[in-house]
């Protein structure tokens, strides 16, 4: 199963572009790389999912080089509500997840 | 979509007690995780039902600790003669695909 490394914090203020990269040198064929938000005393939340290339929704891009060892979260024009603990996944296409979250990157943002 | 519901919300127990704790995943979502997590850490995986089996259960998982999905909708998780060490968040997850829609928890604290 991969594992994950990316950066433990990043710090921001209001209104920047901020991109968390995560690297996942072993991910396997059929894996899918999930970012998750979680703020505290809550579970973490779905933000966004991909294969490979570039996939953008309605709160953040996500940026995939071809080889599929690393990816990039992107989030434009961060908020004071952003600030959370972003966690990196790497997960089998079929959904089944066994895996344990790494320590994920904190990122707070200032004004 | 009423989203995961997880009770209680808090727990408060003497060392040496057992406890209870409840998760409806949300009803179309076969597949129900559990994981524990503690202060500045991520998520740790701790077992999964796919409908009413259970399919995965972490190799750290002590003996003290069950988990059930009778039915296969809602689950519980039971751990006997909690330790102070037993003390985190104790989060449960649904999914019918890659994406997992976690609850809010059960915040354990063992005295």
Known sequence: ?111 | DTGVSQDPRHKITKRGQNVTFRCDPISEHNRLYWYRQTLGQGPEFLTYFQNEAQLEKSRLLSDRFSAERPKGSFSTLEIQRTEQGDSAMYLCASSSGEKLFFGSGTQLSVL
Request: hydrophobic content about 35%.
């Open chain 1, 1 to 111: 199963l991969a594992k994950t490394t990316q950066p433990i914090s990043m710090d921001s203020y209001e209104g920047q572009e901020v991109n968390i990269t995560c690297s996942h040198n072993n991910i396997a064929t059929n894996d899918y790389i999930t970012w998750y938000q979680q703020f505290p005393s809550q579970g973490p939340r779905f933000i966004i999912q991909g294969y490979k290339t570039k996939v953008t929704n309605e709160v953040a891009s996500l940026f995939i080089p071809a080889d599929r060892k690393s990816s990039t979260l992107s989030l434009p024009r961060v908020s004071l509500s952003d600030t959370a603990v972003y966690y990196c996944l790497v997960v089998l296409n079929s959904g089944y997840s066994t895996l344990t979250f790494g320590k994920g990157t904190m990122l707070l943002v200032s004004p």
